[in-house]
């Protein structure tokens, strides 16, 4: 009778979560995550690859779906990215540099004005990057973008322009991949 009860208790877990979260490449993505009081729900999730390489599963979390990439730049309502590191590849260098790029990429290479918040957003990648840590940049209206590291808090940017910049990087006409922007709108 324990072994039933046990069973039935794993079954009843395994079919909880698949009703509450989306599974890709063996991550659990959960369908929906916190913006300060918001509850945001799962708009699109794809995987980042760098030639043959799969570097992480990243999502994008909205108060109500869309595929306007450009509103969803521009919109200063509560929002989220969240990564799920799945590659040895990433190093806290290579994060930074590329980082680096994406934020080049969104902005037209005008990066000046957001210069300072892109040094402070690097700090998040400063420590070691392992498989298996979770980066969250979840803007919360009239706050910022709290940038966290395995849900830990390492900064709040109050820039809307770097909140906008920071989106672009997978939202933009010039994201760091076509075809997880196109993933992420749930297209």
Do not use: C
């Not at 790029?101 to 005008?110: L, M």
């Not at 919360?140 to 990087?169: M, R, Y």
Request: charged share 20%; proline share 3%; net charge positive.
């Amino acid at each position: 009778m324990r072994k039933l009860i046990t069973l039935i208790s794993f079954a009843l877990l395994f079919v909880s979560l698949s009703v509450s979260a989306v599974k890709l490449e063996g991550i659990v993505m959960p369908d929906t995550l916190q913006a300060g009081e918001q509850t945001l729900q799962l708009n699109g999730l794809g995987v980042r690859n760098k030639f043959i390489f799969e570097l992480y599963v990243a999502g994008l979390y909205l108060t109500e779906k869309s595929s306007d990439a450009g509103a969803i730049i521009q919109s200063t309502d509560a929002m989220a990215i969240r990564l799920h590191i799945i590659s040895p590849k990433i190093t806290s260098k290579k994060m930074s540099k590329a980082t680096r790029q994406g934020f080049s990429k969104s902005t037209g290479g005008n990066v000046e004005p957001i210069a300072t918040e892109i040094e402070q957003f690097l700090g998040a990648f400063s420590d070691k990057i392992v498989v298996g840590d979770v980066f969250e940049f979840i803007n919360i209206p009239d706050q910022g973008v709290s940038i966290l590291k395995n849900g830990s808090e390492q900064a709040i940017i109050t820039s809307a322009e770097f909140k906008q910049a920071l989106f672009g990087i997978w939202l933009s006409n010039r994201p760091v991949k076509a075809r997880l922007r196109d993933q992420m709108l749930g297209k």
